[in-house]
């Protein structure tokens, strides 16, 4: 099946550093990425929605200048956590879909998922 | 704000009998789809049925779905403790993913 990695798998930064998270499709190609947050014991949240060649979108509540999100290419989306404080420290999920089929999106495959911790 | 609501929030049962999980929603969906996350890991789909369809099997997973009362059901059969995992049910409408709560299922060997 379709892979997604994500990396780093873990990462640890001090409070007002940034953080950059690369999500990246192995063996497909994906125009379309969605990065998630969840919180322990908490449901996933949609942060945005990364689209390749053009801006993201991003879910209500998001602060996009405080997540920023650049697909670069088919295969690669980035998540930068800026100035990160201790309240964002969280586990990031990234996730393609893998086809798109009259107008909507089927299965999607996640990525690992890359958990941050800011002291 | 999460669409979808699942129950129960927990469930422990003994190897060899069969969970099931709910979900509900608010609005309309294209389709619905059933994740697994074993701990600090990402997700694993399971299953996914359309809005046209009302039941689908999965070797010992089984998933129902009723639009008129817009919930949904995952049952898993004969369990195992490896099946020891939060389950999440998502909606996909708009083109996104909107995950329920979630169940933590705990099988007992």
């Known amino acids: 099946g379709a892979v997604v990695s994500q990396h780093p798998s873990w990462v640890i930064c001090k409070s007002g550093t940034s953080v950059k998270i690369e999500c990246r499709s192995l063996?497909?190609?994906?125009?379309?990425m969605f990065w998630y947050r969840q919180f322990p014991k908490q449901s996933l949240m949609l942060m945005a929605t990364?689209?390749?060649?053009?801006?993201?979108?991003?879910e209500q509540g998001v602060e996009k200048d405080k997540f920023l999100i650049n697909h670069a290419s088919l295969t690669l989306s980035t998540l930068t956590v800026t100035s990160a404080h201790p309240e964002d420290s969280s586990f990031y999920i990234c996730?393609?879909?893998?086809?798109?089929?009259?107008?909507?999106?089927?299965?999607?495959?996640f990525g690992p998922g890359t958990r941050l911790t800011v002291l | 704000s999460q669409q979808g609501e699942e129950d129960p929030q927990a469930l422990s049962i003994q190897e060899g009998e069969n969970a099931t999980m709910n979900c509900s929603y608010k609005?309309?969906?294209?389709?619905l789809q059933w994740y697994r996350q074993n701990s600090g890991r990402g997700l694993v789909h399971l299953i996914l049925?359309?809005?046209?369809?009302r039941e689908k099997h999965s070797g010992r997973l089984r998933v129902t779905l009723d639009t008129s009362k817009k919930s949904s059901s995952l049952l898993i059969t004969a369990s195992r403790a490896a099946d020891t995992a939060s389950y999440f049910c998502?909606?996909?409408?708009?083109?996104?993913?909107?995950f329920g709560s979630g169940t933590r299922l705990l099988v007992r060997p």
């Open positions: 049925i359309r809005s046209n369809e």
């Open positions: 063996d497909f190609q994906a125009t379309t």
């Open positions: 996730s393609a879909p893998t086809d798109l089929t009259s107008g909507h999106y089927n299965e999607q495959f």
């Open positions: 990364s689209n390749e060649g053009s801006k993201a979108t991003y």
């Open positions: 998502a909606k996909d409408s708009s083109y996104k993913l909107t």
């Open positions: 609005t309309s969906i294209n389709n």
